[in-house]
């Protein structure tokens, strides 16, 4: 049996000690650096946060409001077209939606839509029926009367109000519910100066790949359409936005049902600017597609109807 003298036991007992205080410390350090370093990415994220709100309150706070203004009636396609188009809303902060629906009221789908998107602070929700003898048929090709004259012409007065008690540069863009927009078309638009109507190419339309103004040093000089190129705008919808104060100098400015086909477009611009006023903007860039939606077949829905069967969409949420 081993025998320790007291300096032998004086020793181990320090080393014990010496151990345990290493430890503790060690303990210690690991804590405080845990501490530390959550601390620190809490206060960069709260930061962060803090910044990039900031950042995007002052960024939408340099920019106009761009009033997009989107006729809408119901049709099988309907919910897909505007869930599309609320994804780009809630991607570009300085957009405010005006939906006009082709009814006596607003539908419960476009509302709940606009809900669920979270956009009913930058939305509004108007209707307007278009007369009986300007509404298409089912056999009417899409081109034959002229469509959503009394949706946009309805939503011009509610702008036309709404800016007058809100002051300051915002634009008007007609945004129809079947083309496809990039962000960075509003990006672009963001640019029309006051006064000023903005024009750009669009893809997919007028049998061509794209429909453009012929710009040079700045200035509008032509067009490319091919498609009655004599026309005073020869330009789709989609491809220009006017700055809202135009059309409060020109109060009576609106769309016509008493128009040649093809010519609403000249129709509203020749009320509120000319060529030469044209302000080019994303000229070699196209950011918006005149897609248009095919219209879906409802054969076999129609089939279950004559059979006394509910629809298929029966207890789905609108």
Not at 45 to 62: C, G, V
Not at 187 to 200: A, D, T
Not at 269 to 296: C, D, G
Request: charged share 25%; glycine share 4%.
């Amino acid at each position: 049996m081993t025998k320790y003298s007291p300096l032998t036991r004086k020793m181990s007992n320090e080393v014990r000690i010496s151990q345990r205080k290493f430890i503790a410390i060690v303990i210690i350090v690991v804590i405080l650096l845990i501490y530390t370093l959550t601390r620190s990415s809490s206060c960069d994220s709260k930061e962060f946060t803090i910044n990039n709100n900031q950042q995007q309150s002052q960024s939408l706070d340099n920019k106009p409001i761009i009033y997009a203004i989107t006729p809408t009636y119901a049709r099988p396609v309907q919910k897909a077209e505007l869930t599309r188009l609320s994804h780009v809303f809630r991607l570009v902060p300085n957009l405010f939606w005006v939906i006009v629906e082709d009814a006596d009221e607003t539908s419960a789908l476009v509302r709940n839509l606009v809900n669920r998107a979270m956009l009913s602070q930058r939305c509004v929700l108007l209707n307007a029926k278009t007369p009986t003898n300007f509404k298409l048929s089912k056999r009417d090709p899409h081109w034959s009367k002229p469509r959503g004259v009394e949706q946009r012409n309805e939503a011009l007065k509610w702008i036309r109000k709404k800016i007058k008690h809100e002051p300051g540069h915002s634009i008007v863009y007609f945004m129809d519910d079947d083309n496809s927009y990039s962000t960075e078309l509003f990006e672009e638009m963001s640019k029309i100066e006051r006064m000023r109507v903005g024009v750009w190419p669009v893809g997919l339309v007028g049998a061509m790949k794209v429909e453009k103004p012929i710009v040079e040093n700045d200035k509008v000089v032509g067009f490319n359409s091919v498609w009655r190129p004599e026309r005073p705008f020869p330009i789709d919808m989609a491809g220009f936005a006017i700055s809202s104060d135009l059309f409060e100098a020109n109060p009576s400015a609106q769309f016509n049902y008493e128009v040649e086909k093809g010519y609403q477009e000249s129709e509203i611009l020749r009320q509120v600017t000319t060529r030469e006023k044209l302000q080019p903007i994303a000229s070699n860039q196209i950011l918006v597609w005149h897609t248009r939606t095919e219209a879906s077949k409802m054969d076999n829905e129609i089939k279950l109807g004559k059979k006394g069967l509910p629809p298929s969409d029966e207890g789905m949420i609108i």
